[in-house]
């Protein structure tokens, strides 16, 4: 066999090396929720890693975006069905998907990594255009489990100032947490029903920070 068989192969040992350790450690930065799947704290990158909102320093330290949003859907008939639901009871809320945020996030649920709903090339659900100040996020899943689909959501403030650098700068996670889910509480069949600690508070870390998020994900639920 030639020298390329072997790269390779020692390519494809890296490649399964490389999963395994971001697998891992997406699994020590799950928690553990009674009744539910095992759900990632963070928001990640593409690459696997917890999203720092574009590398913001916030208070002299990074920032590091937490999961605060699960949505439980008990009424879906199918994964397809869950998404169109979500997507319809958001737009109804006030979040619809509009354009002008980053994207290509993942959620961890269950032992799986699932891409960011809405899907589109810059795209968010989002209460305002992106030229003002507005709350937005991203959505992840569904995970079918016994209850239904299980979804995890990413939702922060930006607030907007056009004549400083960056315009755009971290408000807040615990405004547009709260936002969003009394909303959709409001207005659509999603309602929520509690919270649940998900440990994901970094308060006393010296180089990172969660902001003003208090660990807490607001559980809304839908049933048939």
Not at 6 to 22: I, N
Not at 157 to 179: I, K, T
Request: proline content about 5%; aromatic content about 10%; hydrophobic content about 40%.
């Amino acid at each position: 066999m030639g020298q390329g068989f072997f790269r390779v192969l020692a390519l494809c040992a890296a490649l399964t090396a490389t999963a395994f350790e971001a697998r891992s450690q997406q699994n020590a930065d799950a928690a553990t929720v009674p009744g539910l799947p095992a759900i990632g704290k963070w928001m990640l990158t593409s690459q696997g890693v917890p999203s720092d909102w574009l590398g913001e320093v916030y208070q002299g330290r990074n920032l590091r975006e937490p999961i605060n949003v699960i949505i439980v859907d008990e009424g879906a008939s199918s994964a397809e069905d869950a998404k169109a639901r979500l997507l319809a009871a958001a737009a109804h809320a006030g979040y619809p998907i509009r354009f002008g945020h980053s994207t290509g996030y993942r959620g961890f649920i269950g032992g799986q990594l699932y891409t960011q709903l809405p899907q589109g090339r810059d795209d968010a659900f989002s209460n305002d255009v992106f030229e003002v100040s507005n709350n937005h996020g991203r959505i992840f899943g569904p995970h079918a489990f016994e209850q239904g689909y299980l979804f995890t959501g990413a939702f922060s403030r930006e607030e907007v100032d056009p004549l400083r650098y960056p315009p755009h700068r971290y408000g807040s996670f615990n405004r547009a947490r709260d936002d969003f889910t009394q909303r959709l509480d409001r207005s659509t069949a999603f309602k929520v029903s509690g919270f649940v600690d998900l440990g994901n508070a970094l308060i006393h870390d010296p180089k990172l920070t969660t902001g003003d998020h208090d660990g807490m994900a607001v559980v809304v639920r839908a049933g048939r």
